[in-house]
């Protein structure tokens, strides 16, 4: 068997980067908040329908306690639209392993 790269990615963790730390209450807020900028920048866009929807559908708050954003759980996205996010954390992991993750071989 080849060499593999191996990735670890856990997205409750503390953000990763400089600004994260300062703006985002863990890992998947920053990465959210990142893929955002990409979409808002035009760096990226999408040709999926369910994970257009699931990107739009995705909430946020801000906590004023942490001065920090933090996106919604997923129990409660999938409260309200009828399932888990998969097709967005997928994307969030995907921008991730390319950008934040530590490698493992």
């Keep these: 068997m080849k060499h593999v790269k191996i990735s670890g990615i856990n997205v409750g963790e503390s953000p990763k980067t400089v600004k994260g730390k300062k703006e985002y209450a863990n890992l ?3 990465i959210a908040f990142s893929v955002r900028d990409m979409f808002v920048n035009g760096m990226i866009d999408i040709d999926d ?3 257009a929807m699931q990107a739009a559908a995705i909430e946020y708050d801000f906590d004023k306690k942490e001065s920090k954003f933090i996106l919604e759980k997923k129990e409660n996205f999938r409260s309200r639209y009828g399932r888990s996010p998969d097709e967005f954390d997928c994307l969030l992991i995907a921008k991730a392993q390319r950008n934040i993750a530590p490698s493992v071989f």
């Design 28 to 30: 998947r807020a920053e």
């Design 49 to 51: 329908e369910e994970l």
